[in-house]
């Protein structure tokens, strides 16, 4: 059976937690009453008011009856002008002469001036980058104690060339870094 | 609209404080100072030589809320402060003994003194650094280039005809898988310092043929495309010859294929102050350049290292030219409450005090040894343009592949930046004591207002840019050659992945010079 001397200190260790909680309560009102009086708070109104607005707006958004915006691509610009999928505007390409189609310049341009994947050493694009801003001394800082640049931390726009994995929406279970 | 001259009020003292001190002036608070301990990271306690444990003169109850009379020193609790207020006339302030908080036992509240703050503040820094350093970056805005001064906005506009939309709306052809840089190109030329800097003429092409006849220079080649852009001519236009000179300059990122907004974004910058050295004939460091694109978008980042044991804090200043946040995704505190991730929220976590684990123990000057340390990072001087640049990729450790994060992030159109700078953040560590921190800059506004978003959908390794532009309060999607009206919802609504702010009252400016015909837009 129990003895006095258990229910005892169960009481006692009970009593310090109950100070510690109260004591831990009333630093937190002591912070906010003094952030209240000082004028620290303030704005409360207006972040409220755009957070208002951009539920609304994702509200409206996601609702199928709303026409959504991609209707409106593309048939005519605000200038009322229409435009084709791949640019077709001609010009001289500034390294070799040829006349090319705007849509189909960028591709031309890396075998032109022998860039692109096949022309040059197979280093990840992170790592010349690094050599290259060190080598010239290069002052635009990526301030290393919080930047993590590695080729995967990049939004890539444009077709793949090799086929990229499909993530489906699903949970993981695997950990993920935050990069 | 006013600016703030500080970030606090420091409010009116009650009756009995204002005579407290009147009749005794720093007395109290003198002869207390050296009883103000503070342990290194937390609170601040008074803490009275005479009795090991402090308790009330009356009950000799030592639990709850106790109060050091600032009169006559003596200990009373909560319940019977009152009671010594009572009996001895004229002793109606003290000091909460474990918060070091002013009390008024006649108002029966909190009263805040700058006076007291600074005692305590002295304390506390006084404990915890010895001789540390008070380098003090002097701002320079560098707000005035060629513009005339702006007047107040008026009178809405109505009837607008389609001729007359804002100048430098222009779509741009899609190169090839170019529009990474076509989005970033469509913000930076519609970002004010730059745009104006462009417009000016202050890099004069021909000039620059003459002096330097290098066939290729990418400022000549943006200001081409700006003027271009300005020009009036609404066919969309082929920046090619700015890709061109960029891959030159660029050429580790020369080549057909995925690219990231943000890295061109970081390497136009680049490439400009490179090039504005040159002409300058000047090696300044980034805090100090005066190149456009850092006299644009170049802040300055603060960092504080503090050792967990004595509180000694180390701190180094780093410019930037943008800031690159982390989702405050559903898995953090802030985000679970709504479930919504929010551009606050990236920010707090942005500037929250870390503390680096065990494995990565920092020698501490202090202690001469190697401890454990906390760190936090801030905003010790904020750009006139901001670039915020949202991180919406993970990595899996396990897999070791890369996906994206599509969340939805909330975004404010006015931004309030004082919550992040280090005068707030280094204040709120010292329990947002009335103390003029040697931090405070008081010289620029933390107000902004957007003006540019880069939205980015699809996947990691494909997937397409747009740009929303604000002018003359009106949205424009700008999409490769097609630019369109949208309502500010789609805006909102939109997958963010570069953010660009401008401060205030650049923005009014700028929406006044900007404004076709005669009549402005009103906000």
């Known amino acids: ?179 | 609209m006013c600016l703030r001259s500080s970030s606090y009020t420091s409010p009116k003292p009650c009756k009995h404080l204002a005579d407290y001190k009147l009749r005794h002036a720093f007395n109290g608070y003198d002869s207390l100072q050296n009883c103000i301990k503070t342990t290194p990271i937390g609170r601040t306690r008074v803490d009275n030589h005479n009795t090991k444990i402090p308790r009330c003169n009356f009950c000799n109850g030592y639990q709850g809320r106790l109060y050091i009379c600032l009169m006559c020193s003596s200990i009373s609790c909560s319940i019977h402060i009152l009671l010594h207020t009572q009996t001895k006339s004229g002793h109606d302030v003290a000091i909460d003994i474990e918060r070091s908080e002013l009390y008024c036992c006649l108002c029966c509240d909190q009263v805040y003194d700058p006076d007291f703050d600074k005692v305590v503040v002295s304390e506390q820094i006084k404990g915890s650094c010895p001789g540390r350093s008070n380098k003090r970056r002097r701002l320079d805005s560098g707000m005035e280039l060629d513009l005339k001064k702006s007047k107040q906005l008026i009178a809405m506009r109505d009837g607008r005809a389609k001729s007359c939309y804002p100048l430098g709306l222009r779509g741009l052809n899609n190169l090839g898988n170019t529009c990474f840089m076509n989005s970033v190109l469509q913000a930076l030329l519609h970002a004010p310092p730059l745009r104006n800097y462009f417009l000016s003429d202050h890099h004069n092409r021909d000039e620059c043929k003459r002096r330097y006849g290098e066939k290729l220079c990418l400022l000549c080649d943006i200001g081409a495309l700006v003027s271009a852009m300005f020009s009036g001519d609404r066919s969309p236009y082929s920046p090619a010859q700015f890709l061109y000179s960029w891959w030159q300059h660029s050429s580790n990122l020369a080549s057909y294929e995925e690219q990231d907004a943000h890295e061109f974004f970081i390497s136009v910058l680049d490439g400009i102050h490179e090039k504005e050295s040159k002409v300058r004939n000047s090696s300044k460091d980034d805090g100090d350049c005066q190149c456009i694109a850092h006299r644009a978008f170049s802040g300055l980042l603060r960092s504080d290292v503090t050792c967990t044991t004595c509180g000694f804090t180390s701190t180094t200043y780093d410019p930037c030219v943008d800031i690159s946040l982390n989702l405050d995704t559903v898995n953090s505190f802030a985000a679970a409450k709504t479930g919504l991730s929010t551009l606050s929220g990236c920010l707090n976590l942005f500037t929250r005090a870390e503390r680096l684990g065990s494995d990565s123990k920092l020698h501490c000057q202090n202690c001469q040894e190697l401890r454990d340390t906390s760190k936090q990072l801030s905003i010790s001087r904020l750009p006139l343009v901001l670039c915020l640049h949202i991180k919406r990729f993970e990595h899996s450790l396990i897999r070791k592949i890369s996906r994206k994060i599509d969340q939805y992030l909330q975004f404010p159109f006015a931004l309030d930046m004082t919550p992040y700078l280090s005068s707030s953040i280094v204040r709120s560590r010292f329990g947002n004591r009335i103390f003029a921190f040697e931090c405070e800059n008081s010289d620029s506004s933390a107000e902004y207002e957007i003006f540019a978003v880069i939205a980015h959908s699809g996947m990691l390794e494909s997937g397409h840019y747009v740009t929303y532009l604000h002018v003359n309060n009106q949205w424009y999607k700008c999409d490769d050659a097609w630019i369109c009206e949208v309502d500010e919802g789609i805006v909102r609504a939109s997958q963010c992945y570069m953010l660009f702010y401008v401060q205030k009252l650049l923005y009014y400016k700028a929406n006044k010079d900007l404004s076709c015909n005669v009549s402005v837009e009103s906000r």
Request: aromatic share 6%; with cysteine; glycine share 6%.
């Open chain 1, 1 to 179: 059976m129990s003895g006095p001397n258990e229910d005892n200190n169960t009481q006692l260790a009970s009593h310090f937690f109950g100070d510690l909680l109260d004591s831990i309560i009333v630093d937190v009102a002591s912070e906010c009453h003094r952030i209240a009086k000082l004028g620290l708070d303030r704005n409360l109104e207006e972040e409220e008011e755009e957070m208002r607005l951009s539920v609304q707006a994702r509200a409206r958004v996601a609702d199928p009856s709303n026409s959504s915006e991609t209707n409106t691509k593309y048939v005519v610009d605000i200038f009322g002008q229409t435009h084709p999928s791949v640019a077709t505007e001609i010009f001289e390409c500034m390294n070799c002469g040829r006349s090319i189609a705007a849509g189909r310049f960028a591709p031309h341009l890396e075998k032109c001036m022998g860039k692109g994947r096949k022309a040059r050493l197979k280093v990840t694009r992170s790592s010349t980058a690094a050599q290259n801003r060190y080598s010239r001394g290069s002052p635009v800082s990526t301030y290393s104690p919080y930047s993590n640049s590695t080729s995967t931390n990049r939004l890539s726009n444009g077709t793949p060339s090799v086929a990229g994995e499909e993530y489906s929406n699903g949970t993981y279970e695997e950990p993920w870094n935050k990069t």
